[in-house]
Every structure is written in structure tokens, then in C-alpha cells.
């Protein structure tokens, strides 16, 4: 089975970047839509950004702007280049395909705080 592992999060101050990373155990780009979902303490998981199999970008209007997805054919890998972060943005961070396929990884913990 697929399996997806997070990594990239940390503690970073307002206004600072991120690079999140998802490695994926199989090369499944090619045939499905992949997004990176966040999930705030006490809020449901959200998707917050979409790369298509044919690498067309969508963006919760949240994070618009700021946020921009990526994707490595050769090295099965996905990416979230996180930009002008606020609190707000805290949240652990997970990538999954869209519409959910595959078993959660563990998920990577990004902390937006002074």
C-alpha cells in the first residue's frame, strides 16, 4: 500500500517560510490529483492546497499567495513552500491524494508563534 510520509514543519516566527516535504512510496503522480491538508487544534482537517495529475495548482483562499505546491516526479515527493506564515497557520500538516485514497502518514507540526 501507499504510503506517505511528512517532514518540513517546525517552530517558526510570524512572517517566516517553510518548506514542507511528502515522500510517497510509490510513483502515483501521474494518476492522481495530491493536496496537502492541515488540522487545527479542535478544527477538522482541511485542504489547503491541489496539484492535479496534470500539475494544475488550487489554493484555499486562506492561504492564496503565500502558500505554492509542488511536485517531484523522479523523487515521488511533494512539496509546500510555506511563505509570510501567521499564527493562524498552525496546524500539523498532512499530504494525501484528492479525494482521500490513502492511509494518513503522521503528519508534520508547523508552529506559527513569537
Known amino acids: 500500500q501507499v504510503q506517505l510520509v511528512e517532514s518540513g514543519g517546525g517552530l517558526v516566527q510570524p512572517g517566516g517560510s517553510l518548506r514542507l516535504s511528502c515522500v510517497v512510496s510509490?510513483?502515483?503522480?501521474?494518476?492522481?490529483?495530491m493536496g496537502w491538508y492541515r488540522q487545527a487544534p479542535g478544527k477538522q482537517r482541511e485542504l489547503v492546497a491541489r496539484i492535479s495529475s496534470r500539475q494544475s495548482t488550487n489554493y484555499a483562499d486562506s492561504v492564496e499567495g503565500r502558500f505554492t505546491i509542488s511536485r517531484d516526479l523522479i523523487r515521488s515527493t511533494m512539496y509546500l513552500q510555506m511563505n509570510s506564515l501567521k499564527p493562524e497557520d498552525t496546524a500539523v500538516y498532512y499530504c494525501?491524494?484528492?479525494?482521500?485514497?490513502?492511509?494518513w502518514g503522521q503528519g508534520t507540526q508547523v508552529t506559527v508563534s513569537s
Open positions: 510509490e510513483r502515483i503522480f501521474s494518476r492522481y490529483a
Open positions: 494525501n491524494a484528492d479525494p482521500i485514497t490513502f492511509i
